[in-house]
């Protein structure tokens, strides 16, 4: 089958896009507010796109709570979504106020940052502290259809859990995280095999 998004209908019982490009790993963001209440919901258009120096990136459909807070401190933390911790995820997904603290929502103990102020989530085996680098809007080529807002982040703090490095190596069977599917799926990550490039 083909279908061009911009004009035709894609034919199918379910909106196929989500399922097209998986998994997509989950960045679970914790950010505060500029009156200081904690915020944290997934984020699945989420990904690392710059190595050295390291950069993320998620997009936000709408202006959410996660971006205004990450626009007006200049600052957000992504923690890794892990199997363990997959309900507490779903919880923090729930539309809410502003002035709801999904950490409480969700039963999650929060821990401090290095170099931001926001908190991240305690047992997160990885947490990413950010700095907002900018906010792309994207637009489509005929200015029609505003689509998601990107928001970038520089990143200046990397927390990893000691219990899942093993011999100098994050132990992906440790971490079991937790990546995005289409329509309402989800995948754990805890099978891995290495392949050599070639010379
Ligand atoms: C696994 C998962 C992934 C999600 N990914 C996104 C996403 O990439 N972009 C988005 O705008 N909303 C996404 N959502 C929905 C938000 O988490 C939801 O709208 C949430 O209430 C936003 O919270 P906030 O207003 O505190 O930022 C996702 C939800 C789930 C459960």
């Known amino acids: 089958m083909f279908y061009d998004p911009r004009s035709e209908p894609h034919g199918l019982a379910h909106?196929?896009?989500?399922?097209?490009?998986?998994?997509?790993?989950?960045?679970?963001?914790?950010?505060?507010?500029?009156s200081g209440d904690a915020n944290l919901a997934?984020?699945?258009?989420?990904?690392?796109?710059?190595?050295?120096?390291p950069f993320v990136m998620f997009s936000s459909a709408g202006r959410k709570d996660t971006q205004r807070n990450a626009e007006t401190t200049g600052e957000f933390?992504?923690?890794?979504?892990?199997?363990?911790?997959?309900?507490?995820?779903?919880?923090?997904s729930a539309v809410l106020g502003p002035e709801?603290?999904?950490?409480?929502?969700?039963?999650?103990?929060?821990?401090?940052?290095h170099n931001v102020s926001a908190p991240r989530v305690s047992a997160s085996p990885v947490a990413i502290e950010c700095v907002l680098n900018q906010v792309v809007?994207?637009?489509?080529?005929?200015?029609?259809?505003?689509?998601?807002?990107?928001?970038?982040?520089?990143?200046?703090?990397?927390?990893?859990?000691?219990?899942?490095?093993?011999?100098?190596?994050?132990?992906?069977?440790?971490?079991?995280?937790?990546?995005?599917?289409g329509y309402m799926d989800y995948s754990v990550?805890?099978?891995?095999?290495?392949?050599?490039r070639p010379s």
């Open 42 to 53: 997934p984020y699945s258009f989420f990904n690392a796109v710059s190595g050295n120096p």
């Open 77 to 92: 933390v992504v923690n890794m979504a892990t199997a363990e911790l997959m309900g507490a995820m779903n919880a923090s």
């Open 15 to 34: 909106n196929p896009w989500t399922a097209l490009v998986v998994p997509r790993p989950i960045g679970w963001v914790s950010t505060l507010s500029d």
């Open 100 to 113: 709801v603290d999904e950490f409480s929502l969700a039963g999650l103990e929060k821990a401090q940052c």
């Open 137 to 181: 809007t994207m637009t489509t080529r005929n200015g029609t259809r505003a689509a998601s807002q990107v928001i970038i982040g520089e990143v200046v703090g990397i927390h990893i859990a000691d219990e899942v490095i093993v011999d100098g190596v994050l132990d992906i069977r440790k971490m079991r995280p937790l990546s995005r599917l």
């Open 189 to 196: 990550i805890d099978e891995v095999f290495a392949m050599d």
